[in-house]
């Protein structure tokens, strides 16, 4: 697999994947009017992505401002295709949900995923100065 | 009209409106009206995270207006919906309104989704918004989530009604308060 990007619009988010690193990171804000048109490739990128992971290990660093709730539901979505991963095919993948402790919304937005999710790490890492 | 203008602003002003939109909406002009609240309330340096709630009230009510007006011009660029959008400041509370056509047979679903949301707490809101999230489907009109979102978000809750335009159509209007 190829390292990529995609550049953040004014409302959706910059997506990046570090193919040495084997980190995926979400930077941004995302509220676009449809959401699906979004984040289909992404979807579809990882189907691919996940076949040939092995036993490396896939690191997710979201770091979102602010997103609307059809991304939220998009979001949710993602952290449940992961999670199946993890318990059905027993894959490596760690989540670190970042977030600026000035933004209350984005923290708490974090823990409801955390508090959704069984068996995939979600991490909840406050944001260095 | 000319001369009824100032009229017009001194209501603006009284109401406490800070912004309001009439006419056709689109995802563009919901970035840049949002942008202009966002810097206008920067300088007067109110508190980020009030400024985080009210941008995301102001951007799920538009997309609200985006998706659901029954007034709708469209080509293979994309579509336009007419609708108003209002964020104000009156007795100590900001508020967002909006408000779109909508057919008559929308009036009991909107009145029933928004009927249940009335008669919870939040920690009710939270359990029902992440159980819909669970249940619903992602659609190119999202996730069925965005009244939800409002409730949990607002400080009293949504206040909406809806007004008789003609025999097939009406006007939804929706106030949500930070």
Same mark, same amino acid.
């Given at each position: ?129 | ?51 985080? !709630?009210?941008?995301?009230? /102001? =951007?799920?009510?538009?997309?609200? #207006?985006?998706?659901? *007006?029954? @007034? ?17 400041? !009156?007795?100590?509370?900001? /508020? =967002?309104?909006?408000?779109?056509? #909508?057919?008559?047979? *929308?009036? @009991? ?70």
């Amino acid at each position: 697999m190829d390292s990529w990007k995609t550049v953040a619009t004014k409302y959706t988010p910059e997506i990046y994947f570090d193919a040495n690193t084997n980190i995926l990171g979400v930077k941004g804000e995302s509220y676009p009017e449809n959401i699906t048109e979004f984040s289909s490739p992404l979807f579809s990128w990882l189907e691919n992505y996940l076949e040939s992971l092995g036993e490396k290990t896939f690191t997710i660093n979201i770091e979102l401002i602010y997103f609307n709730s059809s991304s939220s539901k998009m979001l949710l979505d993602l952290f449940d295709l992961l999670e199946e991963e993890v318990n059905d095919n027993d894959k490596n993948i760690v989540v670190n949900w970042i977030f600026d402790i000035e933004n209350d919304a984005a923290q708490e937005y974090g823990e409801e995923f955390q508090e959704d999710l069984e068996i995939l790490p979600f991490n909840l890492v406050e944001k260095a100065e | 009209m000319l001369d009824s203008l100032l009229d017009f602003k001194k209501e603006c002003d009284k109401q406490g409106i800070l912004i309001s939109f009439y006419g056709f909406i689109s995802q563009e002009l919901l970035v840049e009206v949002g942008h202009n609240l966002k810097s206008r309330m920067e300088l007067e340096r109110i508190d980020s995270t009030k400024i985080t !709630k009210i941008f995301a009230m /102001f =951007v799920e009510q538009t997309q609200n #207006i985006v998706r659901y *007006s029954a @007034e709708k011009v469209s080509d293979v660029n994309g579509s336009l919906s007419n609708g108003i959008i209002i964020i104000g400041y !009156k007795d100590e509370h900001y /508020f =967002v309104l909006c408000g779109n056509k #909508i057919k008559k047979n *929308s009036i @009991e679903p909107l009145t029933k989704k928004l009927s249940i949301l009335h008669s919870m707490d939040k920690n009710e809101l939270k359990s029902y918004y992440k159980e819909q999230r669970k249940k619903g489907q992602l659609t190119t009109d999202g996730a069925g989530l965005g009244f939800i979102e409002l409730a949990r978000k607002s400080t009293k809750p949504i206040d909406f009604n809806f007004q008789a335009i003609d025999e097939q159509s009406s006007f939804f209007s929706l106030k949500t308060y930070i």
